[in-house]
């Protein structure tokens, strides 16, 4: 994981094959939901959002009730609610945004992710298991059972910003909704660097946020060359449209 572990957190042995559902349910046995971080120290690059709709509150951790997320359709955004009566299985692709968690008293943890492949499945005992899983960060947000990444609110503020030109420029959204995951995730990287070089004030009060953009962009241009490089095309190529708009 790129950020610095919080205390409870699991490193990841979710399998790509059928066998995650076993794995999730021994994660999520006393829990609703649980974020694992990939143990890069061993070459894993994928995060895993685990949660579990119970037939019942087991009202030993959090009993999320629904979750809502973001998909895209033919380029454009929209979000989805997924919950006990949604049709299973599930196997498909979510987008970039947040992922809300919510109970049945409408208390919600967020999180937000770069997107990436979602896994739902009923169990024998009528648990539906949800993999949310990404291979770039998935950060805790906000909530009620969780305390929040340190770069979550760096994250938040880039999607608000992104949101601009989808909603006032015409091909912005579909560019950046091609993107994937570890695209996003070093278009990220790469403007949180740029606002820091322009802003001395800036750099001087996030010596933290320095550091991990510094840390990072080194890692994602030497293991992610592709991604890195596709994501300096993407920024180009968004600058353009915006630029073609405001004529």
């Known amino acids: 994981m790129v950020l610095d572990a919080m205390p409870n957190d699991q490193r990841s042995n979710i399998p790509d094959d059928s066998g995650w559902v076993d794995a999730a349910a021994r994660v999520l046995v ?14 894993s690059e994928t995060s895993h959002l685990l949660v579990a709709l119970r037939p019942q509150p087991s009202l030993k951790h959090y009993d999320p009730d629904t979750i809502d ?11 989805v609610r997924l919950e006990r009566e949604t049709r299973l299985p ?19 943890n967020e999180f937000l992710s770069f997107g990436g492949t979602l896994r739902a499945q009923m169990t024998s005992d009528a648990v539906v298991l949800i993999d949310f899983s990404s291979n770039a960060p998935i950060l805790r947000w906000s909530g009620h059972s969780q305390v929040s990444d340190p770069l979550a ?3 938040g503020s880039f999607f608000a910003r992104t949101r601009v030109p989808i909603d ?18 070093c278009v990220f990287i790469q403007s ?36 890195w490089q596709a994501a300096t095309e993407m920024r180009r190529q968004l600058s353009a449209i915006e630029a073609i708009a405001r004529e």
């Open 30 to 43: 006393n829990r609703g939901f649980e974020l694992v971080e990939p143990d890069l120290t061993q070459g």
């Open 69 to 79: 997320y973001w998909t895209t359709d033919s380029g454009r955004g929209r979000t």
């Open 90 to 108: 599930i196997v498909g692709d979510y987008a970039w945004g947040n992922v809300t968690l919510t109970d049945r008293i409408s208390v919600a």
């Open 153 to 155: 609110s760096e994250l």
């Open 168 to 185: 006032f420029v015409p091909g912005a959204e579909s560019l950046v909704a091609k993107a994937g995951p570890r695209t996003l995730y």
């Open 192 to 227: 949180v660097r740029e606002r820091l070089a322009q802003a001395r004030t800036m750099r001087d009060a996030n010596r933290w946020l320095v550091d991990w953009s510094a840390r990072e962009s080194q890692r994602m241009e030497s293991t992610s060359k592709d991604s």
